[in-house]
Each structure stands twice: as C-alpha cells, then as structure tokens.
C-alpha cells in the first residue's frame, strides 16, 4: 500500500519591495536622528520588516547605511543653456531647494559625520560628490572654451563659491524664515550668481540679452 502523498506548505513568499522599503526608512530615520541615534530596531519598526529579514541582508547598521548612502543619485542635469550664467542659476536653485528635502539634509548630515566617521561616510560621500563634481564642473569648462571666464579659471572654485554660499546661507536661515527663502529662490539665486560671477571677470556670450556692469549686477 502507497503511503499518502504529503502536500508540502509553501513557506511565506519573499517580499519584493523589502530592499526599496528598508533603504526609504534608512534614510528617513537618519535624517531625522542622525548616526548617533540610528538603530536596526527603528529600521525594523518603520520598514514594517521583521528583524531577522533585515538582518539577512544586511549584517549590521554600518552595513546598512551605506548602502542607502549608496543608494542616493545625483538629479540629471538638462544639457548646458548655451551660458554659464544661466547653468549657474539652475544649479543654485536646485542646490537651495535640495536641502529642504530629506535626502539633502541626509547628505549634510553624513558630510559631517564623514569627519569622525570616514571609514563610514566617506566612501559614499565621496561617490556622490564625484558625480555632482562631474555633472556642473563641465558647464565651467564649456563657458571658458566660449569665453565667458578666463582662461585658467579654477571650476572647483565657482563651484564651490557659488554652492558653499547657498549652503551656508540655509544653515544660518532661521526655521520659520525658510518657506520666504524657498519662494524667494530664483532672485536669491540671481544675486550669489551674479556676486560670484563678477570676481571672475565674466564676460556674456554675444546671444545672452544681459550683461553684467562692474559691480557684477545685470544690465
């Protein structure tokens, strides 16, 4: 007599969406409490995700927030407008309206935890700042081929003039001043521009309407 046949039970099936959902709370848990207040627990509770799925791939927290580092991208710039100034002006407002965002205040925060952290943060920090170098440093060097800057003029440095100043400038910006600075962003973005633009004796292409006197303000 053939013994019964056993159906087997099928276990649970894997979840899909797990590594998407877990790298979303990393980020979110980490922009709001930073490393020192960073857990797996958290994680766990804001993913809806049982621990030992979490665990399974990823052996701890280190591993686990870098991979979410890993996972942030620099937006795709539009090609070159043609102007440096023009190139500059998107760049600023979309650095100014990034760091409202969570994934700008993640990176700010890792920035500076990269500092007492660098075996942690500062590969990841490094990669991302390698592709926002890469991606705006080409719209400096096309506007020296066009003429608009010096020959010699160093892209690092109206990058980081013009980037550093809206940085700063959102740090040192109270809460409840914000929201006026967000709608405020393209004349805000006019003035560091056209400020950083006049120390480095830029010229306007012969299409561009405006042109900045000595002072470095359109005309």
């Known amino acids: 007599?053939?013994?019964?046949?056993v159906t087997a039970r099928?276990?649970?099936?894997?979840?899909?969406d797990i590594e998407p959902r877990v790298l979303n709370a990393t980020l979110e848990i980490y922009a709001e409490v930073g490393w020192a207040g960073f857990t797996m627990d958290a994680v766990a509770r804001r993913a809806r995700v049982g621990k030992a799925a979490l665990y399974r791939?990823?052996?701890?927290?280190?591993?686990?927030i870098v991979g979410a580092l890993a996972s942030l991208t620099t937006p795709v710039m539009a090609e070159t407008t043609g102007s440096l100034r023009e190139d500059l002006l998107a760049m600023c407002v979309r650095t100014l309206r990034a760091q409202q965002s969570r994934d700008g205040l993640v990176g700010l925060r890792a920035q500076i935890?990269?500092?007492?952290?660098?075996e942690l943060?500062?590969?990841?920090?490094?990669?991302?700042?390698?592709?926002?170098?890469t991606m705006y440093r080409q719209f400096v060097l096309l506007a020296i081929d066009?003429?608009?800057?010096?020959?010699?003029?160093?892209?690092a440095l109206v990058l980081d003039a013009v980037n550093g100043i809206v940085v700063n400038h959102v740090l040192s910006t109270p809460i409840d001043k914000m929201p006026a600075l967000l709608e405020d962003a393209p004349r805000y973005a006019e003035r560091?521009?056209?400020?950083?633009?006049?120390?480095?004796?830029y010229r306007p292409a012969a299409?561009?309407?405006a042109t900045l006197d000595t002072d470095g303000a359109p005309t």
């Open 57 to 64: 791939r990823w052996e701890s927290r280190e591993k686990l």
């Open 113 to 118: 935890e990269a500092k007492f952290y660098p």
């Open 146 to 155: 066009r003429g608009e800057i010096p020959q010699g003029t160093s892209p």
């Open 1 to 5: 007599m053939k013994p019964a046949s």
């Open 192 to 201: 560091v521009v056209d400020f950083v633009l006049s120390s480095i004796g």
């Open 121 to 133: 943060f500062g590969q990841a920090m490094e990669d991302l700042g390698k592709q926002w170098r």
């Open 10 to 16: 099928p276990g649970r099936p894997p979840d899909p």
């Open 207 to 209: 299409s561009e309407g």
